[in-house]
Nanobody, 123 residues
Framework: QVQLVESGGGLVQAGGSLTLSCAAS????????MGWFRQAPGKEREFVAV????????PYADSVKGRFTISRDNAKKTMYLQMNNLKPEDTAVYYC????????????????WGQGTQVTVSS
């Protein structure tokens, strides 16, 4: 098992930047594919970006491509999401997730989830 804790959320103006972190504990972090997902009020949880165990494969949602960067540091057991040029539509609770198989974009494939961190972008 792995335990996940997100941090770094907050309130930012449109056009600003934030960096989210996801710290893992428990099982060997490098065994897990990791992902960032988000959920806005009244909407379903959606894929943002995922990263393979080695970090070589990093698919992004079209809505964030070119603005967000996912990365991981296996030695520090931490995953990151650098978010630039934030837009009001990026407002959501952001969750990190882990699974032992593939860096899939489907939330249902992830076995472990953090508690989420709120990101609010004002216009």
């Amino acid at each position: 098992q792995v335990q996940l804790v997100e941090s770094g959320g907050g309130l930012v103006q449109a056009g600003g930047s934030l960096t989210l972190s996801c710290a893992a504990s428990g099982d060997t972090f490098s065994n897990y594919a990791m992902g960032w997902f988000r959920q806005a009020p009244g909407k379903e949880r959606e894929f943002v970006a995922v990263i393979s165990q080695s970090g070589d494969d990093t698919p992004y949602a079209d809505s964030v491509k070119g603005r967000f960067t996912i990365s991981r540091d296996n030695a520090k057991k931490t995953m990151y999401l650098q978010m630039n040029n934030l837009k009001p539509e990026d407002t959501a609770v952001y969750y990190c997730a882990a699974n032992l198989l593939l860096a899939t974009t489907w939330p249902i494939r992830y076995d472990y989830w953090g508690q989420g961190t709120q990101v609010t972008v004002s216009s």
